[in-house]
């Protein structure tokens, strides 16, 4: 069986610009994931990505995309990895494809949405309830939503809808909105949204499609007439497949100033790691650092 100099795992913000750096520095390398661009491509406006004053999510990781593809890298796409062992100096990888082995990995499988856990959540996946409101909230235009969080992505996720949704409800189970303070202006600015906080999702309602929520404020509880409901409670690192490898108690893998987790030639970058910021800029930097790494590993292991 063929043995990589690299194999990348994930093509969010992390993964590309690693696989733009090895392609750059001749490596025999492959880039294997379910899709391309991650969280990124999820992203609403983007204000804080450097040389870019204002971008979409799905426009930025077009550009990436567009820059990695140039130098021809060797792409799996719609591939899931389900195993990941070291074996003397070799890394072997099985996906839901196929076998693999290589001299270093880099993992920079990013995050995926946290689920509600509740009543009616998984009756009404894609049948009026998403995670994403980047990918489908002009499904809802001129319906009443809810969303789900308090957080960044969940104000993200409402500004998104407050041009589309006729009523936005938002849903927090805290004393307060804890994300940035301009979206919090910019949410209490829009004329169509309502906030709800300390307030928690019990089920939700529907037939073949979604009718509403039944939520708990305090002790008392009540339901609301939405046909959409977006969840953006957080994120759980995608590392399910890394046996072995070292993670902290929120399973992000933990990785040193060198992007080196606990088992030698085995890297990892951007949102799946320890890295205590999650934006896409330090993701971006951490796959260059991570690649750099592995590039080195190589060169003093003479493969």
């Known amino acids: 069986m063929k043995i990589y100099d690299l194999i990348i795992i994930g093509a969010g913000p992390a993964g590309i610009t690693a696989g733009v750096y090895a392609a750059r520095q001749k490596l025999d390398f492959l880039v294997i994931s379910l899709d391309i661009g991650g969280q990124a491509a999820w992203s609403g406006d983007i204000e804080n990505y450097t040389g870019y004053q204002f971008i979409t999510g ?22 899931e990895v ?12 099985k996906t839901n494809k196929a076998d693999y082995q290589s001299r270093t990995v880099i993992i920079a499988s990013g995050k995926k949405s946290r689920e509600l856990g509740v009543t009616g959540e998984k009756e009404f996946k894609n049948r009026g309830l998403t995670y994403c409101a980047t990918c489908d909230g002009p499904l809802f235009a001129g319906k009443d939503v809810a969303v789900i969080g308090g957080g960044n992505s969940a104000l993200d996720a409402a500004l998104q809808l407050v041009k589309i949704a006729k009523q936005i409800y938002i849903i927090n189970n805290t004393a307060g909105l804890s994300g ?25 309602l529907g037939e073949k499609f979604v009718k509403g ?63 205590p910021e999650k934006q896409i800029i330090i993701a971006a930097g951490e796959g260059s650092k991570a690649l750099l790494s592995a590039s080195h590993y190589l060169s003093k292991n003479n493969f």
Not at 224 to 241: H, K, R, T, W, Y
């Open 58 to 79: 799905p426009e930025l990781v077009q550009k990436f995309q567009e820059h990695m593809l140039q130098y021809g890298p060797l792409l799996k796409e719609n591939e």
């Open 82 to 93: 389900l195993e990941l062992e070291k074996s003397g100096s070799v890394v072997r990888l």
């Open 180 to 204: 940035d303070a301009i979206l919090h202006r910019k949410i209490e600015e829009a004329g169509n949204t309502r906030i709800l906080n300390n307030s928690s999702v019990v089920a939700v």
């Open 213 to 275: 929520v039944k939520i708990k404020t305090l002790n008392q509880e009540e339901e609301l007439a939405v046909q959409g409901v977006f969840v953006e409670i957080g994120l759980v690192p995608n590392s399910e497949f890394a046996k072995g490898i070292a993670e902290n108690s929120q399973n992000e893998i933990i990785v040193d100033a060198h992007n080196q987790t606990n088992i030698s030639g085995i890297f990892a970058a951007g949102d799946v790691t320890d890295v």
